[in-house]
């Protein structure tokens, strides 16, 4: 049997105050997250929220001829249902898992109780959001004003903040309905940042050689998202 995921491994988790980590931890339940599986689909009341640990998840808005583009990536820095406090319930966006691993679910009715208690909590989980708008934001204007390879850089990175290794495994067509590309404008991308000696690219596997060569050849949207969660998330308890 796998061990249990270590909370404080999610930095939303382990900013809690001691007293509210305390309360939640009974009622907070350890989860597997496999690649591909869908935690919300659009339009559908959440019935749980997410604090991922070692998986990431991606955020994606889907057309109603199935086209798809990722919003933004949630990871171990993070919490996958901000609409659940934020007063709407649901979504137009779908939670897709993108890197598999583990983390907690929190019920919905719970983490309504604990927003509303007002204090650290909601101070901590609108901070958080604020980050989450801001990365949402400079994905919009990232897509429309850069070029393919950038976004790939950008899309690496965030992702590599939110691992413990190197490695990702990905398909190729997921990775395409991230970026909202064909899957052939993915291995072109992918290639020219392999022939750089930036990355390793076989088979779903993406391996980063060179993560410095990655961050002098993105646009500056990694830069401002990462500053921005920097500023926002504390590392360790909340004001």
């Not at 659940?84 to 598999?100: D, I, K, Y």
């Not at 958080?128 to 801001?134: C, D, E, G, V």
């Not at 897509?143 to 413990?164: A, G, P």
Request: hydrophobic content about 40%; some cysteine; aromatic content about 6%.
């Amino acid at each position: 049997m796998p061990k249990s995921p270590d909370p404080l491994l999610n930095r939303l988790l382990a900013a809690l105050p001691d007293a509210e980590r305390k309360r939640w931890l009974p009622d907070l339940e350890a989860i597997d997250l496999p690649l591909g599986q869908v935690l919300y689909e659009s339009g559908r009341t959440l019935s749980h929220v997410y604090f991922p640990t070692t998986a990431i998840v991606s955020l994606l808005y889907v057309m109603e001829n199935g086209a798809s583009a990722e919003i933004a990536v949630v990871g171990n820095e993070g919490i996958v249902g901000i609409s659940l406090f934020m007063g709407g319930e649901s979504t137009p966006s779908r939670a897709v898992v993108q890197s598999a691993g583990r983390g907690f679910r929190l019920k919905a009715e719970l983490m309504k109780e604990e927003f509303n208690r007002a204090g650290a909590v909601l101070h901590l989980l609108l901070r958080y959001t604020q980050a989450l708008i801001t990365q949402m934001a400079q994905t919009a204007v990232c897509n429309r004003h850069h070029s393919l390879d950038q976004q790939l850089c950008r899309w690496l990175l965030l992702s590599l903040d939110r691992l413990q290794g190197s490695e990702l495994v990905m398909t190729q067509e997921l990775i395409a309905n991230m970026l909202g590309v064909r899957r052939e404008g993915v291995t072109e991308g992918a290639l020219k940042l392999q022939h750089a000696g930036l990355i390793r690219y076989a088979r779903g596997h993406i391996t980063v050689l060179d993560r410095e060569g990655l961050e002098r050849r993105t646009c500056e949207c990694y830069a401002v998202v990462k500053s921005e969660y920097d500023r926002l998330l504390p590392a360790t308890t909340a004001i």
